[in-house]
């Protein structure tokens, strides 16, 4: 399974944008970037995901480098709501899409 | 649409008895996947499974543990002869297809064992 690196944690202000970064150097030509969290006490939540272009929802937004070695998941205004573990997951395409879960990214939202 | 559903939310067992864990997928979900978290530690993957097959188990203790996803009902998860260190929350995740489909999970059972 491709790995995936993120910062161990982050803090943010509330209502103020949030870039979490991720680095999968290496990334396959097949491979998905998904980002899902996990709220304290509650299961994953799925948030985006992407492969080359890069992607909006009501949730967030991915930017995509163009090497695809790196990506970020962007809130645009963070709430105190988005306080969660960030992960950054790569999956293959048609595959069983196991979720390979790394330590990901805690973010703290100052109110 | 209801999400999906485990059951119990809670479960405590002493050591050497069984446990079953219950998942039901979103409607028209027909991929499962079983994942545990171990206290203070990330989520790991065990097993993966459609209508009556098991399709990836590589993340399953080889003893003791077993799934199912029968034709009729939940997917089940069972441990038997529990220890201590089976002491987890365990989410179940659906699915409509393959990857990149998105995975739904439910709100865990937490597994406590005495």
């Known amino acids: 399974d491709a790995k995936t690196t993120q910062p161990n944690s982050m803090e943010s202000n509330e209502e103020e944008p949030v870039h979490l970064p991720c680095n999968h150097s290496?990334?396959?030509?097949?491979?998905?970037i998904h980002w899902y969290r996990q709220l304290p006490s509650q299961g994953p939540e799925y948030v985006i995901h992407g492969l080359t272009s890069n992607v909006n929802n009501r949730m967030a937004s991915l930017a995509i480098a163009e090497d695809r070695k790196s990506s970020t998941l962007i809130l645009h205004r963070a709430t105190l709501r988005d306080a969660a573990v960030y992960y950054c997951i790569l999956g293959a395409q048609g595959g069983s899409e196991k979720l390979v879960f790394g330590k990901g990214t805690k973010l703290t939202v100052n109110p | 649409n209801a999400g999906v559903m485990q059951n119990p939310r809670h479960l405590v067992r002493r050591r050497g008895q069984e446990a079953r864990l219950r998942c039901s997928p979103m409607?028209?979900?027909?991929?499962v996947y079983w994942y545990r978290q171990l206290p203070e530690e990330g989520l790991k993957f065990m097993v993966y499974?459609?209508?009556?097959?098991?399709?990836?188990e590589s993340g399953m203790p080889k003893e003791r543990f077993s799934a199912e996803f029968p034709k009729e009902g939940p997917s089940i998860l069972r441990i038997q002869q529990v220890v201590r260190g089976d002491s987890a929350a365990y989410f179940c995740?659906?699915?409509?297809?393959?990857?990149?489909?998105?995975?739904?999970f439910g709100p865990g059972t937490r597994l406590t064992v005495l």
């Open positions: 290496t990334i396959s030509g097949t491979d998905y």
């Open positions: 995740a659906s699915s409509p297809g393959l990857a990149p489909r998105e995975q739904f």
């Open positions: 499974l459609q209508k009556e097959n098991i399709i990836d």
């Open positions: 409607k028209g979900h027909s991929h």
